[in-house]
């Protein structure tokens, strides 16, 4: 709605409707000096934006200098509390604010720039240039891609001639498979595949493309070859350099270990006799990430090596061997009679001593894997082959245009990197310390993604405090920008729907609201009763697993407390009606998300095997599910590149934060997983997998509130950091100090 002034009455319109407002004598002299300005305001922009003549514009500056200058000697200033009251509910209101630019405690620190100086650069589009290099400059600075036809219009080349002269500094994305004899003839064409700049064809998983790239290297006619000569040889420079033995970490229960490695550990350690070969075998379950030996309570009671080197008379070598695999601590229990029930009590003797066995097997294990020079071979071929395969790409913002722009804010090298990232790359993580400019990046990010036909609606969830501050200072670097502001009412019952309906019809740039706000915007019921009944079953797994392996009651029952508290949320589900009238998140029309402050969102559910581990959190926060599902719905319809989080702690308290920033921003990379040489597929969406390969617990001595000294463990170590930070960071842009 905005204010209008006609014949000296003061109305105001919403909806095509002009109501006259009741407003007091001084209200009314308020409402009129500020539709003055606001007019003032979009006459000044109009001209800015049409680069009109600098005489016109500098006679406008004047003019709202004049009115701004003579209202604020009256009413004080625009964003003071009897100003906002009267006029907050007009639209153009933060635009007004902007005009200030005040000091933590409200009190007017100068005058924006609007008022001395032209705040927007008019975007002009270049319509010819010389050269190929130039054209592809232009290309992804106006459409973010190579885009041939248009650079064979800038410059008369053929797309042809294009491609040859840029040879080596664009390639065709070969996507195929990785064999050449399961390559059909009609997959060979090339010109199938879309042509991209060097530095996103040799980055991300370089080894895969290198396969893919041969194999189509060989499926080719001979005539032909030459076209993928490039691609191949500029591939095999981008690799990255093999891992030697040394420099790997591997573990017992990693999940892409062979089981045949760690049946032929377990039968040299424990000297399981031929005849216990025949029933002792080790076996992993790829659906559930499960190790199990079979036979293991068969163990002869004379095997020194199972009960007594490697084992204790309570828990034999091949049941701690079997914990170890799970990631699991061993456990120890008695059961005590108390009147007519049960009770498992922990014998911390027995666990001491159980606790050391596994200790040993762990360290045997990192002795003799890397012994035998055969295996050695094979296991770092694989490790690099799966891991060591990431190459990071670098991005350049040089070549972004921002049209609209204030050009009296000058935007620092790493923020027009990270501008690169949001509109070139996936899914973004804005990991930058306090005063890096994160504000500046994402609004920069959501204009240009605009202007560039990328999206077409962003929404931005700040922190409730913040977002008057967030729309000032939106319209302090893009003074032209169409954004919508949430009030607290506008989420009032009353209001909500109609609110909604702005959002949904509005042709905004950008949407800002408050975290609770965001939070009421529902996903829809299907969507929400999917991954209710998603977590249930993989709870329900879970409980089955704990009880097989006899897990204490304890673990047993966090998990059941939490199955009970999804399945009241399913109930209260399914019996509200579902309301045809309930504007949902999907129905918005936003297809770019920017959420800031993102740790906010850090506790979200997840499944694991581990027990009594202390910072893996199996609760659930709701707001984090609501946050997994708008994030899996974007990925939906945008291709895995609609969300940017930002914040300056990703990770603060625990490991496993690290996960779920992944969970949110790479839940494509954690499905695909990796694919070995021999097509052999490992998944990381099971944290356990994940923490399998990157992480380890620490057991140690800690005092406990209550005085006493006590055994803790937590999930504390990194492993093969430099393998998961090239993962990481195919999403996070990191800028610290």
């Known amino acids: 709605g905005s204010y209008a002034v006609i014949g000296g009455e003061v109305y105001y319109r919403e909806d095509s409707k002009m109501v006259r407002p009741e407003l007091s004598a001084a209200a009314k002299g308020r409402v009129t000096g500020m539709v003055e300005l606001r007019d003032c305001v979009h006459r000044l922009i109009d001209l800015q934006m049409r680069d009109s003549d600098e005489a016109a514009i500098v006679e406008e500056r004047e003019q709202l200098n004049r009115l701004y200058d003579a209202f604020t000697a009256k009413y004080g200033l625009i964003s003071s509390r009897e100003n906002s009251i009267v006029f907050s509910q007009d639209s153009s209101y933060y635009l007004l604010c902007s005009l200030e630019i005040v000091d933590e405690d409200g009190r ?139 420099e790997i970490d591997l573990r017992l229960g990693a999940t892409w270990l062979d089981k045949r490695y760690v049946q032929q550990f377990m039968y040299e350690l424990f000297q399981t006799t031929y005849q216990e070969q025949r029933y002792i075998h080790v076996e992993f379950s790829e659906f559930t990430g499960d190790w199990s030996i079979t036979g293991k309570a068969k163990v002869s009671i004379y095997s020194i090596a199972a009960n ?159 977002v008057e501050q967030w729309a000032s200072e939106f319209l302090r670097l893009y003074p ?59 709870l329900e797994q879970g409980i089955d697993e704990m009880n097989a392996s006899g897990a204490e009651r304890f673990s047993v029952k966090q998990l059941e407390r939490t199955k009970r508290s999804l399945e009241a949320r399913l109930e209260k589900l399914q019996a509200t009606n579902r309301k045809d009238d309930v504007v949902t998140f999907e129905q918005l029309g936003v297809d770019r998300l920017f959420i800031d402050e993102a740790h906010s969102y850090k506790n979200l559910f997840f499944y694991t095997k581990m027990r009594n581990v202390a910072g893996l959190s199996t609760t659930d926060a709701q707001k984090s599910s609501d946050m997994l599902l708008k994030c899996r719905y974007m990925d939906e319809i945008t291709g895995g590149r609609g969300v940017v989080f930002a914040t300056g702690t990703p990770v603060s308290n625990s490991m496993t934060e690290l996960f779920t920033m992944q969970r949110y921003l790479q839940q494509n990379l954690l499905e695909k997983g990796f694919t070995d040489s021999r097509g052999r597929h490992y998944s990381l969406t099971h944290f356990d997998s994940w923490a399998s390969i990157f992480g380890e617990t620490v057991t140690a001595v800690e005092l406990a509130p209550e005085g006493k000294y006590r055994a803790r463990t937590r999930f504390a170590r990194f492993f093969n950091l430099p393998e998961l930070m090239a993962m990481f960071r195919e999403t996070a842009d990191i800028k610290t100090a």
């Open 308 to 466: 007594t080197t490697y084992g204790t008379s309570r828990m034999n070598a091949y049941d701690i061997l079997e914990d170890t695999l799970n990631l699991r601590d061993v456990r120890v229990y008695d059961t005590v009679r108390e009147g007519d029930k049960d009770r498992r009590v922990l014998n911390h003797e027995e666990t001491t001593l159980a606790y050391q066995k596994q200790q040993m097997i762990k360290d045997a294990f990192r002795e003799w894997v890397w012994k035998d020079p055969a295996r050695r071979q094979d296991l770092v071929r694989q490790y690099n082959e799966l891991f060591n395969s990431i190459r990071p790409r670098e991005y350049d913002g040089r070549h972004i245009v921002f049209g609209g722009i204030n050009p009296e804010i000058a935007l620092r090298e790493h923020q027009v990197n990270a501008i690169a990232h949001t509109l070139y790359g996936g899914n973004t993580l804005l990991a930058h310390e306090v005063g890096a400019g994160k504000t500046f990046e994402m609004v920069a990010s959501a204009m240009e993604s605009k202007r560039l036909g990328l999206c077409h609606k962003s929404l931005f969830a700040v922190p409730n405090h913040l």
């Open 108 to 246: 007017l620190e100068r005058k924006a720039d609007m008022f001395t100086k032209r705040t927007i650069k008019p975007h002009q589009a270049v319509t010819h240039v010389d050269t190929a290099s130039e054209a592809l400059a232009v290309s992804i600075g106006e459409h973010a891609c190579v885009d041939l036809p248009y650079m064979a219009q800038l410059t008369g080349k053929t797309e042809d001639a294009l491609e040859a002269e840029l040879s080596g500094v664009i390639f065709r994305d070969i996507e195929c498979e990785e064999r050449a004899d399961w390559i059909p003839a009609a997959y060979t064409d090339l010109k199938k595949f879309r042509v991209v700049s060097s530095d996103e064809y040799l980055s991300g998983n370089v080894r895969r493309k290198l396969r893919m790239a041969k194999a189509m290297y060989e499926a080719l006619p001979d005539g032909e070859k030459y076209k993928v000569r490039a691609n191949v040889e500029a591939l095999e420079a981008a690799q990255p350099k093999d891992l030697e033995a040394s």
């Open 480 to 538: 032209s920008a169409n954004i919508l502001v949430t009030r607290k009412k506008d989420f009032e019952k009353a209001n909500r729907k109609k609110f909604c309906a702005r959002i949904a019809t509005g042709n905004y740039d950008a949407i800002i609201m408050g975290h609770s706000q965001f939070e009421r915007l529902p996903v829809s019921y299907e969507r929400r009763e999917a991954l209710l009944q998603d977590q249930i079953m993989e």
